[in-house]
Structure formats: structure tokens, C-alpha cells
């Protein structure tokens, strides 16, 4: 079965995100992060937040069974990390706030691309995608009905990992649109501040780290030690 659609940019990122898949072993950790200007208070916080995850997941001890690909969105997605095992990434030079956001479109583009590698190059692995946001879409809504109907074929195909953190807005919300898991274990909402990006972008290392050792849907707690509570 194909995807139910294509979207605009699709095949520009099917290229692009899998010019260097080859046969992924374990777990596929997908980030997609939020790029839009709206980010751009937040300094470099992103960028080291990525490059944290980067990290963490090269020194766990599976290492040699993830791979990773990384996407920002802001009027257009922006490949970072096409997908291909950790131990080949290197540390992600920049990262540049700018424009809207096309969160829908930027998701379904991703969606309909790894439903590609199910139905034509075998991938059968298990995929953890983690979306960091903070605003509701603004440049692609009227592609939320196809969005949601990938995304009830990735709960269909048994995806349980589908995590949207909220960065200062309302999590359940937006996943409640998407079609995604709005339950607190999926569905996190973190303050407003550099600090919470790099808590919940540590969340998002650790459940791919999990994943690598074969335990899924165990609920874990954003690790907020060292973050100070939201000015909001």
C-alpha cells in the first residue's frame, strides 16, 4: 500500500532524508523541530539541544543499533541530518529562525516518506519520531486532514511512539489535532525557556535509547532537575 498521498516537497524530502539509507538495524529516532522566527528568543539553545541528542545517543551502549534523522520546519523544512546510523553524524553547524510555521505539511512530508521506505525498500524497524513546537501551524492547515489520515496508519501500523512537545503552548492540543497520542506520556508540554528545550530534547534521547534495548511505552518523566519552573 502506498501512502494516501504525496505532499508538496514530499519527494524534494524523500531524497534528501534518505540519500544515505542503507539497512537501518534498531530504532529510527526522527526529530523535527520547530525553525519558524518565533524560536528565535530562545539564542542557541536549540542548536545545543540537538547536538546534546546527537551526543547521548552516540555514547549509549547500543549505539551501533540507531539511526537518526533530523528536520526543522519553518516555511519550508530544512534537512539537518538525512537518515543514517548515529555513529556517522556529526554536530549540527546551524540553526536560523525564520518565517511560519508549516508544521502539518512538514509532518505528513515525513510520514509519507517513511511509509515509502516500508512499502519499497523493506525498512520494517521501529520508528520514535519526536516534534518540538512552540505555536500552532500557520503555514499549511489545509493539509490537516491528510496529516491525520498518516497518522492513523502509523498508529494502525502499530507506531506507539509519536511524541509533541510543547514548547510553551499546549501539547494535548495540537496532538489532539494531529491525530497524535494526547496522553501526558506522549503528549508533553514544557515551559517557555531555553532551559525546557534541553529538558524535553533529553526526553526524546531517552526513549530512542530505550527503544534500543526493546522497551517501549514505558512512561518516563521529563527530566526537569536542574530546570527552573516557567515564567508563564
Known sequence: MRPTCMPRNGETLARAFTRTFTELLGPLGLVVLDESKSMKKYGNAPLEALNRYILSLSLDPNASRISVGIITFSDAHRVLVPIRPIRDVRAVEKYQPRGGTRLYGTLLDVFATIFDMVDHRGFEGNVILSCFTDGDDSRS????????????????????????????????????????????????????????????????????????????????????????????
Open 141 to 232: 492547515q489545509e493539509l490537516i486532514d491528510d496529516l491525520r489520515a498518516l497518522t492513523a496508519r502509523a498508529k494502525w501500523n502499530h507506531w506507539h511512539d509519536l511524541y509533541l512537545y510543547g514548547i510553551g503552548v499546549d501539547a494535548a492540543a495540537i496532538a489532539r489535532e494531529m491525530g497524535f497520542p494526547d496522553d501526558p506520556n506522549h503528549a508533553i508540554t514544557v515551559g517557555d525557556s531555553s532551559e525546557h528545550i534541553g529538558a524535553s530534547m533529553r526526553h526524546a534521547s531517552m526513549v530512542t535509547s530505550m527503544a534500543s534495548r526493546g522497551i517501549r511505552g514505558r512512561p518516563i518523566t521529563v527530566p526537569y532537575e536542574t530546570v527552573p519552573p516557567s515564567e508563564k
